[in-house]
């Protein structure tokens, strides 16, 4: 599941685009400010921003400035009622892929959307590593020093997104949103399939009231 930051303060067209593309699979986190956007950047990977320009605190442009400059090379589409040939080159120099034109059909911003994520990441190897461990997402096999090991299902679909969002701090609600469809996973459950991925080799961290991580292989 892709996952998303959406930057619009405007209340009636962030709703709307929070709940199509939650409709079309995306998972969204919709902010409002420039500040707001750049804090989540840092607490989370997202797979795309898609970036109001007139918002407070800071602008689009500058932020995305600000992220580019820090390294952050997510996809970013721009979506804003600017139209003046000035305001796109602006865009495009601070480092935007992608704009789009208020008002504007739906389905071509998904068009758009679908269309960065695979460029950026369709064409990436299936086969997710960590240390001597390689989990071949497509066939679902992992092996260890070329070995096979079976790993139960839920932990391996645990597994999957630790790999994913490696070094990003998961929280129960995060983990039973991608995993359980949305139903809460209690924490005693939780600590025990952590425990079986801890013991077939995973360092995971437990930041106590916050969520887990999984750290470098040693």
Same mark, same amino acid.
């Given at each position: 599941?892709?996952?998303?930051?959406?930057?619009?303060?405007?209340?009636?067209?962030?709703?709307?685009?929070?709940?199509?593309?939650?409709?079309?699979?995306?998972?969204?986190?919709?902010?409002?400010?420039?500040?707001?956007?750049?804090? $989540?950047?840092?607490?989370?990977? %997202?797979?795309?921003?898609?970036? /109001?320009?007139?918002?407070?605190?800071?602008?689009? %442009?500058?932020?995305?400035?600000?992220?580019?400059?820090?390294?952050?090379?997510?996809?970013?589409?721009? *979506?804003? +009622?600017?139209?003046?040939?000035?305001?796109?080159?602006?865009?495009?120099?601070?480092?935007? @892929? /992608?704009?789009?034109?208020?008002?504007?059909?739906?389905? $071509?911003?998904?068009?758009?959307?679908?269309?960065?994520?695979?460029?950026?990441?369709?064409?990436?190897?299936?086969?997710? $590593?960590?240390?001597? *461990?390689?989990?071949?997402?497509?066939?679902? #096999?992992?092996?260890? /020093?070329?070995?096979?090991?079976?790993?139960?299902? %839920?932990?391996?679909?645990?597994?999957?997104?630790?790999? &994913?969002? =490696?070094?990003?701090?998961?929280?129960?609600? @995060? *983990?039973?949103? $991608?995993?359980?469809?949305?139903?809460?996973?209690?924490? &005693?459950?939780? =600590?025990?399939?952590? #425990?079986?991925?801890?013991? +077939?080799? %995973?360092?995971? +961290? #437990?930041?106590?009231?916050?969520?887990?991580?999984?750290? /470098?292989?040693?």
């Amino acid at each position: 599941m892709s996952k998303i930051l959406l930057m619009e303060d405007d209340e009636t067209l962030g709703e709307t685009l929070k709940d199509l593309l939650e409709n079309d699979g995306f998972k969204v986190v919709w902010v409002k400010s420039g500040e707001e956007a750049l804090d $989540e950047s840092f607490k989370s990977r %997202f797979d795309l921003f898609l970036l /109001d320009v007139k918002v407070p605190d800071i602008d689009g %442009f500058e932020l995305l400035s600000s992220l580019r400059s820090s390294g952050d090379e997510t996809p970013t589409i721009f *979506i804003t +009622a600017l139209t003046d040939i000035d305001s796109l080159s602006k865009g495009f120099e601070s480092g935007a @892929d /992608d704009y789009i034109k208020k008002p504007f059909d739906f389905d $071509e911003l998904l068009v758009r959307i679908n269309a960065l994520i695979h460029k950026r990441y369709g064409t990436s190897s299936s086969v997710l $590593e960590y240390g001597n *461990i390689k989990y071949d997402i497509k066939s679902e #096999n992992i092996t260890k /020093d070329g070995e096979p090991i079976h790993i139960p299902p %839920f932990e391996k679909r645990l597994l999957k997104l630790f790999l &994913q969002r =490696r070094g990003e701090v998961l929280s129960k609600e @995060d *983990i039973s949103y $991608e995993l359980a469809n949305g139903e809460s996973v209690s924490d &005693q459950a939780l =600590r025990v399939h952590v #425990n079986k991925l801890r013991k +077939a080799g %995973f360092i995971i +961290a #437990n930041l106590r009231g916050i969520g887990y991580r999984l750290e /470098d292989p040693e």
